[in-house]
């Protein structure tokens, strides 16, 4: 399968613990996109990456939110001492920019619970 | 905050109907795409309309877009059971994040 993955799918964690989730885009595509989705609302951006570099952050993305793409590849984000409130499905999408960049493909996403 | 708003909330049918969700947005864009959530799953991507396209198809997919009234629809048509899914819209007001709605919950029923 070459699409994008995410892990790990399911996470519980109590609050005050640090998380960290992990997204592989499909190879070739140089951006990379997080979005959180809470039920019954669409996702909503947190930031993106073109390449190693994080060209956006949402104001969603507090200071305990940490995201990283250190080589262009994959891509980690860290919530740090989590809250109630951070219990969310976290979306991972990736495209490629130039051709077709438009379209963003989307991991099956991690769901955190926090306790 | 979302841009876009899907009509309606929340749609049921039965197989073989034809089902519509309407999108409306605020600002400008390059583009409206239409999305796919099953129950507690990733997104998937169904289809892309350019904001110089009026319509576009695809296998049971229609796409409309009025970029006057900031609205797209998008027609299912003889639906099926597997159809059963939550439909967003999203916007690239930026170029590059996508802006969502709050969805339209579609139950095909068999």
């Known amino acids: 399968d070459t699409g994008v993955s995410q892990n790990p799918r399911h996470k519980i964690t109590k609050r005050g613990q640090n998380v960290t989730f992990r997204c592989d885009p499909i190879s070739e595509h140089n951006r990379l996109y997080w979005y959180r989705q809470t039920l019954g609302q669409g996702p909503e951006f947190l930031t993106y990456f073109q390449n190693e570099a994080q060209l956006e952050k949402s104001r969603l993305l507090s200071d305990r939110f940490s995201a990283e793409r250190p080589k262009g590849s994959f891509s980690t984000l860290e919530i740090q001492r989590t809250e109630q409130g951070d219990s969310a499905m976290y979306l991972c999408?990736?495209?490629?920019?130039?051709?077709?960049?438009?379209?963003?493909?989307f991991g099956p996403g991690t769901r955190l619970t926090v306790l | 905050s979302q841009q876009g708003e899907e009509d309606p909330q929340a749609l049921s049918i039965q197989e073989g109907e034809n089902a519509t969700m309407n999108c409306s947005y605020k600002?400008?864009?390059?583009?409206l795409q239409w999305y796919r959530q099953n129950s507690g799953r990733g997104l998937v991507h169904l289809i892309l309309?350019?904001?110089?396209?009026r319509e576009k198809h695809s296998g049971r997919l229609r796409v409309t877009l009025d970029t006057s009234k900031k609205s797209s629809s998008l027609l299912i048509t003889a639906s099926r059971a597997a159809d059963t899914a939550s439909y967003f819209c999203a916007t690239d007001p930026s170029g590059s994040r996508l802006t969502f709605g709050e969805g339209t919950q579609l139950t095909v029923n068999p």
């Open positions: 999408a990736s495209s490629l920019e130039g051709r077709g960049a438009d379209t963003q493909y």
């Open positions: 600002t400008s864009i390059n583009n």
């Open positions: 309309i350019r904001s110089n396209e």
